[in-house]
């Protein structure tokens, strides 16, 4: 209060500045000096400014409370809001959720998301436009020995004979690590196939290790196949092949954690725990504010489950569990997806959000010419909220300024999807690994049919126990790629093929020493954390190379200093039944591309593109 009226009457003029220790001292002597004219306008000044304060906070209430909170408390859920939310998210989902296989629906799925939002936050660049499902069924031509197409006719005819399948938590954990960092419509296909051949959790823990390789093959990220398979196995040995219905049972199983445990849990019976994935926190960060990345551990880990928890018991806890969650998590690959508005007629919970108000009382201050004391409120209480981050409010607050101009300060509809775009904040990002490779491509011809030469992943590690072509790391840096020499990559590629063919039939020893072609492109492959640049050395074996039948097409490699590696001669078909990943994929399509395009008649002389070499 001394330094409000100090700094007050310092801004007066000269015959209203007043004796500031008499006011503050009710000096009865010194205040015989002031005016009385002098103390009604100071007064009439003062109530004007605490008048205009009083509005500014009533104008802008929830920007306030926003930008002053200092506790993990202010995000959570008031009883009655809670239940308006479950009640308004429930009845969306039942009315218009997507119809999917391990949901218990009948076909036909419509597994994308691009019919539910009219329109798209221009300000994500970053999101990619989502493909029909029906673009994952369409016929391409066939350009190589993989024949995609016929895969993906198979896949077709399944889903036309499919019938609506029974909810079961074998069924339901197939899918839920399936979808984890993978589109819904991808997964469609993928889970038809996978439930037709192991519609059992017995049938899956019997497949051998390339047959769950063959029918994961493209969906990346294949560690989750091996969990899944060897997870399969524990609960047969140990539970008798069925999965248990508690949380910390269900975790004490390969490959689940407490998302996916809890997914099971409330989906198939009926348990109230909450499930929080990315989907969630972006729709929790967007209801409550919260400044922070979806990633982040006191988020995704800890109190996100807590706010999410107060959705599930909302309503008495009266409302199915598991459909409270397969609403938030559609939710937020529908209308709150990155790319969501906020601002859309159809979503259920537009007037929840608080992403949206703040935005739009960002924009009045604006018009009203109160922002620069609207800033002022977060100066005044240092962010100390658990929930979100140290810096988190004002990078909010500067994502909303930045993404609209002067005129559009005026339309709140505007205002409202800069305010959904700002939250969640974004996650540092990371770089990734640069891995320069060294790939040999070597084909044999066996009556017609052409075999290559595979080597087999070790057990650990990246793409663990897949098929690849012979290659070996030449340089592998965080940033950018280093340039390495073709007789550097030369070198450890012969030394590699040595190793593995050391016990390999005598035509293959003598294919590997015929001249070999450096294709000039590398082939570039990325994945979610490193990227992979292939330089391709092809050799097409000779004549006097062909396939002896006699000979054993498949032997192990003991290598110096390496774990044994199996290696083997597979056709396009024999590489179908094991699976091989969308890199060995690619590498295949172009070697198969070039090979044709050299082996038709050309008037030049030479080609230039490709060198030849010996081993």
Wanted: aromatic share 8%.
């Amino acid at each position: 209060y001394h330094y409000t009226v100090a700094s007050f009457t310092r801004s007066l003029p000269a015959r209203w500045r007043v004796d500031r220790l008499a006011l503050l001292t009710n000096d009865k002597r010194s205040s015989s000096l002031v005016s009385r004219t002098s103390l009604d306008s100071l007064q009439i000044s003062m109530a004007k400014s605490n008048e205009r304060n009083e509005k500014i906070n009533d104008d802008y209430k929830s920007l306030k409370e926003w930008m002053c909170h200092d506790d993990a408390s202010y995000h959570k859920f008031t009883d009655e809001e809670a239940s308006e939310i479950q009640t308004a998210l429930v009845g969306w989902y039942r009315k218009s959720r997507r119809k999917l296989p391990w949901r218990g629906d009948a076909p036909p799925y419509n597994g994308s998301t691009a019919g539910f939002s009219q329109m798209k936050n221009t300000d994500d660049s970053k999101t990619k436009k989502q493909k029909k499902i029906s673009k994952y069924f369409v016929k391409k031509e066939v350009t190589n020995g993989i024949k995609e197409e016929a895969e993906k006719k198979l896949v077709e005819n399944e889903c036309n004979m499919s019938m609506a399948q029974e909810v079961t938590p074998y069924g339901v954990w197939v899918s839920e690590i399936m979808l984890q960092q993978t589109r819904v419509e991808a997964v469609i296909p993928y889970y038809l196939k996978w439930m037709k051949s192991f519609p059992t959790v017995f049938a899956l823990a019997e497949a051998s290790e390339d047959e769950v390789n063959a029918h994961w093959a493209g969906l990346g990220f294949y560690r989750r196949a091996r969990m899944l398979h060897s997870g399969a196995k524990t609960v047969v040995k140990c539970y008798n092949g069925e999965l248990p219905s508690s949380v910390p049972e269900l975790m004490k199983i390969n490959g689940i954690g407490r998302y996916t445990a809890s997914a099971i849990a409330s989906t198939a019976y009926n348990v109230p725990v909450p499930v929080v994935d990315g989907n969630v926190c972006r729709v929790l960060s967007r209801l409550k504010g919260i400044a922070n990345n979806i990633k982040a551990p006191i988020f995704k880990d800890k109190l996100g489950w807590v706010l999410a928890e107060q959705l599930i018991s909302a309503n008495d806890g009266s409302c199915n569990p598991g459909e409270v969650n397969q609403a938030l998590m559609e939710l937020g690959a529908t209308f709150c997806a990155p790319s969501g508005t906020g601002m859309e007629n159809g979503d259920p919970l537009k007037k929840f959000y608080l992403s949206t108000k703040l935005a739009i009382e960002l924009g009045r201050a604006k018009r009203d010419g109160n922002l620069k004391e609207v800033l002022n409120f977060s100066k005044s209480t240092s962010c100390s909220c658990q929930l979100c981050d140290c810096d988190g409010v004002s990078l909010v607050i500067t994502s909303i300024i930045e993404k609209i101009d002067e005129n559009s300060f005026h339309d709140d509809h505007i205002l409202g999807r800069a305010g959904h775009a700002a939250l969640p904040t974004c996650p540092p990002k990371k770089k990734k690994r640069e891995d320069v490779r060294a790939v040999a491509v070597l084909s044999f011809d066996c009556k017609g049919k052409i075999k290559w030469l595979m080597v087999k992943r070790p057990n650990d590690g990246l793409l663990a126990s897949q098929w690849e072509f012979p290659s070996v790391v030449v340089s592998s840096l965080v940033g950018k790629a280093t340039e390495v020499v073709e007789e550097k990559r030369a070198e450890l590629l012969d030394s590699f093929l040595k190793d593995i063919c050391t016990d390999a039939p005598n035509f293959v020893i003598e294919g590997i020493r015929s001249s070999r072609e450096q294709l000039v492109e590398p082939v570039e492959h990325i994945f979610s954390h490193v990227r992979h640049t292939s330089w391709i050395e092809y050799i097409n074996a000779p004549i006097s190379a062909k396939i002896d039948e006699s000979s054993p097409l498949k032997w192990t490699a003991f290598e110096l200093l390496r774990k044994p590696q199996e290696v083997s001669l597979m056709s396009a078909e024999d590489m179908k039944s094991v699976g091989i990943t969308a890199e060995v994929k690619k590498i295949l399509n172009y070697v198969t591309k070039e090979s044709s395009r050299r082996s038709k008649p050309s008037r030049k002389k030479s080609d230039k593109k490709g060198k030849n070499r010996k081993l």
